[in-house]
């Protein structure tokens, strides 16, 4: 079993920076691809990035590209998920997730993931 817990949500303007994080006390988080979903409200869920279990390999969508960098530290069992420049329609209930997964790609499909956060708010305001 493995708990996710993500920080590091809140309340900005268009064009500030936030940093999430999202932490987890298992010991096998370096075996684990790692991703950042939202969900906004009456929208389905979103993926808006992926690492590999090293961190070598990074995945975006179009919609954050450039803007979001996700990371790990495998050494403090953490990802984060920088994101800058952020607009009103980034706003949502930003997600971690966790796919066993030691190959070089990640998924973007959220049914590959087994573990998950309970969720942060980030609100941007125009």
């Known amino acids: 079993q493995m708990q996710l817990v993500e920080s590091g949500g809140g309340l900005v303007r268009t064009g500030d920076s936030l940093r999430l994080s999202c932490a987890t006390s298992a010991r096998t988080f370096s075996r684990y691809a790692m991703a950042w979903f939202r969900q906004a409200p009456g929208k389905e869920r979103e993926f808006v990035a992926g690492?590999?279990?090293?961190?070598?390999?990074?995945y975006y969508p179009d919609s954050v590209k450039g803007r979001f960098t996700i990371s790990r530290d495998n050494a403090k069992n953490t990802v984060y998920l920088q994101m800058n420049s952020l607009k009103p329609e980034d706003t949502a209930v930003y997600y971690c997730a966790a796919d066993l997964n030691l190959g070089m790609i990640v998924s973007s499909t959220s049914d590959e993931y087994t573990y998950w956060g309970q969720g942060t708010q980030v609100t941007v305001s125009s």
């Open positions: 690492i590999t279990w090293s961190g070598d390999n990074t």
